[in-house]
């Protein structure tokens, strides 16, 4: 099977849950990404015995990780940093770079920004509970 054409059957099937907006189908895929990652920290973390006695909760943190780039298209025109951005434009995000320079988990989900990942309350919770099922 071609590259193409599986990229075509996802952007098909993808695209009505995100109102087949670039930037959606393009964060899903980076989420995609970015969960896997985590699934392996949480897999050497199991496996060292390092996280047996954290709290789901604590362990989810430690499997969040921002990710290189992200495309975020603002819904509406709005102005960020004085600079004007219309509702049609992407917005290429180096999210990877500045959460090495910060140092925190806030660039993650970029929570409370217009560009806010939509996924920030149920990855946590995923991570949560598939640590909870590991454990059990």
């Not at 109102?19 to 990404?33: P, S």
């Not at 409370?112 to 454990?135: F, H, I, K, M, Y």
Request: with cysteine; hydrophobic share 45%.
């Amino acid at each position: 099977m071609q590259a193409t054409s599986v990229n075509c059957r996802a952007k098909a099937h993808l695209g009505p849950m995100v109102n087949h907006e670039r930037a959606g189908i393009h964060g899903v895929a980076i989420a995609l990404h970015n969960l896997v990652k985590g699934f392996r920290h949480m897999r050497s973390l199991y496996a060292t015995g390092a996280g047996h006695a954290l709290a789901a909760p604590d362990v989810a943190g430690q499997c969040l990780f921002a990710p290189t780039a992200v495309l975020r298209q603002p819904t509406r025109d709005i102005v960020v940093a004085g600079s004007p951005l219309r509702r049609d434009t992407i917005v290429v995000l180096a999210l990877g770079e500045a959460a090495k320079r910060d140092g925190t988990s806030s660039f993650v989900f970029l929570k409370d920004q217009w560009s806010q990942c939509p996924a920030d309350t149920w990855v946590p919770a995923l991570l949560e509970g598939v640590w909870g099922r590991v454990r059990s």
